[in-house]
């Protein structure tokens, strides 16, 4: 065991140990924040390369994923680069899908709902002709920081346009805060410390396996049952180079991949979201809210204040 292994148990043992059937789920893999998802002061060419290291990956472990898009982010000097679009391109020709995360990732909860619809209005103009062109659907929509409104109001406001145009809500149910490992890996990475990415690289193993044998004990708690899931991860270096690992160590543990759309299809996801607070939140903590139930949250698994450390953080 890794020293700075959780102090959370492996569920997934747990349960075994007791008797019961090991917790194991298909998995949707979702990646946001396309092309990068810490574009700034990197150049196309290791972009390119993150991406490619992030394909290989999910081509080795046969996962079909949707990838969602930030088309700010295909710009330089605010002209689209076609080299960007090429690395879109890269994903159709793999077999993933592409989707809608707005043209700028805006936070829907800090402006006029109007504004907000313009913005993912804006972020279809490249992806949706490039799918077109390899006859790939543009179905699915991940809201910014799964921040989904501060009201009914609003949020049934943007599911009805959302709708209308043809989108389909992408859900999360294992949320996680990988981007923190993922600013903590950046940094080693500069400073050219390598074996603290290892340690960040195995630590970061350990932290999605226990957060995913975390959601899927919540799912089997409220619906009696392993229903499909829904991994959030996104495109930066730290994927790139671990993310093999950790399909393999899913896989090991008994999970299965399957597509945004067989996962969408378990009836878990018709349940009550009737979430407004402030934080985009699980999916399956939602639906654990609408009836009322709160015990299981206090065993979610915690980044380890090492890595908030390495990653320049105070507190998770």
Same mark, same amino acid.
């Given at each position: 065991?890794?020293?700075e292994?959780?102090a959370?148990p492996a569920?997934a043992?747990?349960?075994?140990?007791?008797?019961g059937p090991?917790?194991?789920?298909?998995?949707?893999?979702?990646?946001?924040d396309?092309?990068?998802?810490?574009?700034?002061?990197?150049g196309t060419?290791?972009?390119?390369a993150?991406?490619?290291?992030?394909?290989?990956?999910l081509?080795?472990? %046969?996962?079909?994923a949707v990838g969602?898009?930030?088309?700010?982010?295909?710009?330089? %000097?605010?002209?689209?680069?076609?080299?960007?679009?090429?690395?879109?391109?890269?994903?159709?020709?793999?077999g993933?899908?592409?989707?809608?995360?707005?043209y700028?990732?805006?936070?829907?909860?800090a402006?006029?709902?109007?504004?907000?619809?313009a %913005?993912i209005?804006?972020?279809?103009?490249v992806?949706?002709p490039l799918?077109?062109?390899h006859?790939?659907?543009v179905?699915y929509f991940?809201?910014?920081?799964?921040?989904?409104?501060?009201?009914?109001?609003?949020?049934?406001e943007?599911?009805d346009?959302?709708?209308?145009?043809?989108?389909?809500?992408?859900?999360?149910?294992?949320?996680?805060s990988e981007?923190?490992?993922?600013a903590?890996?950046?940094?080693?990475?500069?400073s050219?410390?390598?074996?603290?990415?290892?340690?960040?690289g195995?630590s970061?193993?350990?932290y999605m396996? %226990?957060? =995913?044998?975390?959601f899927?004990?919540?799912?089997?708690?409220?619906?009696?049952?392993?229903?499909?899931?829904?991994?959030?991860?996104?495109?930066?270096?730290?994927?790139?180079?671990?993310?093999?690992?950790?399909?393999?160590?899913?896989k090991?543990?008994?999970?299965?991949f399957?597509?945004?759309? =067989?996962?969408?299809?378990?009836?878990?996801?018709?349940?009550?979201d009737?979430w =407004?607070g402030?934080?985009?939140?699980?999916?399956?903590?939602r639906?654990?809210?609408?009836v009322?139930?709160r015990?299981?949250?206090a065993?979610?698994?915690?980044?380890?204040?090492w890595?908030?450390?390495?990653?320049?953080?105070?507190?998770?």
């Open positions: 065991m890794h020293p292994r959780h959370f569920l043992a747990l349960v075994v140990a007791l008797g090991a917790l194991a789920a298909p998995i949707a893999v979702t990646i946001d396309l092309p990068l998802q810490a574009v700034r002061d990197r060419a290791d972009i390119a993150i991406n490619a290291g992030l394909l290989a990956a081509r080795e472990h %046969d996962i079909e969602f898009v930030n088309e700010v982010k295909l710009e330089v %000097d605010g002209a689209v680069d076609p080299a960007r679009v090429d690395v879109l391109g890269d994903w159709l020709e793999a993933h899908e592409l989707g809608n995360h707005s700028s990732h805006p936070d829907l909860h402006m006029p709902v109007d504004d907000y619809l %913005d209005d804006r972020g279809d103009a992806i949706r799918a077109e062109r006859e790939s659907p179905r991940r809201h910014p920081f799964l921040r989904t409104g501060r009201s009914i109001e609003v949020r049934n943007v599911h346009w959302l709708a209308a145009n043809g989108y389909l809500v992408a859900p999360v149910t294992i949320d996680n981007w923190i490992y993922s903590a890996y950046d940094r080693a990475h500069r050219g410390e390598e074996a603290l990415k290892q340690r960040l195995e970061y193993i350990d396996a %226990d957060k =995913t044998a975390y899927v004990a919540n799912g089997r708690h409220l619906f009696g049952r392993d229903i499909a899931q829904v991994l959030l991860i996104h495109v930066n270096r730290l994927n790139a180079d671990w993310f093999g690992a950790l399909a393999a160590r899913l090991q543990e008994g999970h299965s399957v597509s945004l759309e =067989t996962a969408l299809a378990d009836p878990a996801y018709e349940s009550r009737l =407004t402030p934080g985009g939140i699980s999916w399956l903590h639906w654990l809210l609408a009322g139930d015990s299981q949250f065993d979610e698994p915690k980044t380890p204040s890595v908030l450390e390495a990653a320049g953080l105070d507190d998770e």
